[in-house]
């Protein structure tokens, strides 16, 4: 029963040709954006990895400042809404915004970065981290542009880039399957109208 499913999942893809271009379409559009993210990780990992210093510092949260701002939000009402009535029902939506300020020492210097959490944060003062660094002349230190978050980001990019990748090929192989039997559907044409001045 599970082949005969998933076989008829490839031919309603590949039989119609407005559901076949739609399917390419889809699944290309989420390939495009998972490729995207995965170029930002991969990108922010070769960075880290191709400077000449590198370092991972022990941070401590030396302080937490938090700042009430406002955002422009879909209405609720309104949010399976299309596009352009979902812009004309915007609401606007207080949050707090938490800036977290980290303490390192480099080359016997204490050093400060700020990070954020966005309507919350489980953080406190005194919490510990690890942070990766990197520099490019051994003075001015950068923190890696990745993190556990951004890499699970980058795992679920690679993952869908290839399982659309393989479904396109997989569509594509099906379709000329289906051409080749014949079996592709034809748009049925519309009945010529007579032209009542001939008689």
């Not at 949050?95 to 204490?110: F, I, K, Q």
């Not at 919350?120 to 051994?138: A, C, I, N, R, W």
Request: glycine letters at 6%.
């Amino acid at each position: 029963m599970a082949n005969k499913k998933e076989e008829s999942a490839w031919v309603t893809w590949a039989q119609d040709t407005g559901g076949f271009t739609a399917t390419l379409i889809v699944f290309s559009v989420i390939v495009a954006v998972a490729t995207f993210f995965a170029y930002i990780g991969i990108s922010a990992h070769l960075t880290y990895k191709n400077a000449p210093y590198r370092v991972e510092s022990d941070c401590t949260l030396i302080n937490i400042e938090s700042y009430e701002k406002e955002q422009e939000v879909v209405d609720e009402n309104y949010k399976n809404e299309p596009a352009y009535i979902r812009k004309q029902h915007m609401v606007k939506e207080k949050y707090t915004l938490y800036v977290l300020e980290w303490e390192y020492h480099m080359n016997g210097e204490a050093r400060t970065f700020t990070t954020t959490n966005k309507y919350t944060t489980l953080h406190k003062v005194g919490d510990k981290m690890t942070q990766k660094m990197y520099s490019e002349d051994g003075v001015e230190y950068k923190r890696a542009g990745f993190d556990g978050t951004t890499d699970f980001i980058l795992g679920v990019s690679i993952i869908a880039i290839a399982l659309f990748s393989f479904l396109i090929v997989r569509v594509i192989i099906e379709r000329v399957r289906l051409a080749k039997a014949g079996k592709l559907k034809k748009k049925k044409k519309k009945p010529r109208k007579l032209n009542k001045n001939l008689r």
